[in-house]
């Protein structure tokens, strides 16, 4: 059973950087989409970046500030948050999901391993 754990949340002031891990375990990690989710107090689960074997995909709302990387030799996927905004403030949440082909979803339906979540506070 795929297991997720984040890791590098906190809270900053608008223009600062942080970086988020997620740990992955249980399960062959170059198979799987692993993607970054946040829900901001009273919204949805918003889809950040995620990526594949076939490629990334990012959110435009955070395009150009954050970058998602991975290292398949720790089985981890970081991912590199600059020029934080306060609106950027939420629960982020790690997820996996077993890549049956080069689709990357984002939608949080599609992914079936989440991680506790980190909280990043973004204070103006």
């Known amino acids: 059973q795929v297991q997720l754990v984040e890791s590098g949340g906190g809270l900053v002031q608008a223009g600062d950087s942080l970086r988020l891990s997620c740990a992955f375990s249980?399960?062959?990690?170059?198979?799987?989409?692993m993607g970054w989710f946040r829900q901001a107090p009273g919204k949805g689960r918003e889809f950040v970046a995620a990526?594949?074997?076939?490629?990334?995909r990012t959110s435009d709302s955070v395009k150009g500030r954050f970058t998602l990387s991975r290292d398949n030799a720790k089985k981890t996927v970081h991912l590199q948050m600059n020029s934080l905004k306060p609106e950027d403030t939420a629960v982020y949440f790690c997820?996996?999901?077993?890549?049956?082909?080069?689709?990357?979803?984002?939608?949080?339906?599609?992914?079936?391993?989440w991680g506790q979540g980190t909280q990043v506070t973004v204070s103006s």
């Open positions: 997820a996996a999901r077993f890549a049956r082909d080069s689709t990357i979803p984002t939608m949080a339906s599609e992914y079936r391993s």
């Open positions: 249980g399960g062959t990690f170059g198979s799987y989409n």
């Open positions: 990526t594949s074997w076939s490629g990334d």
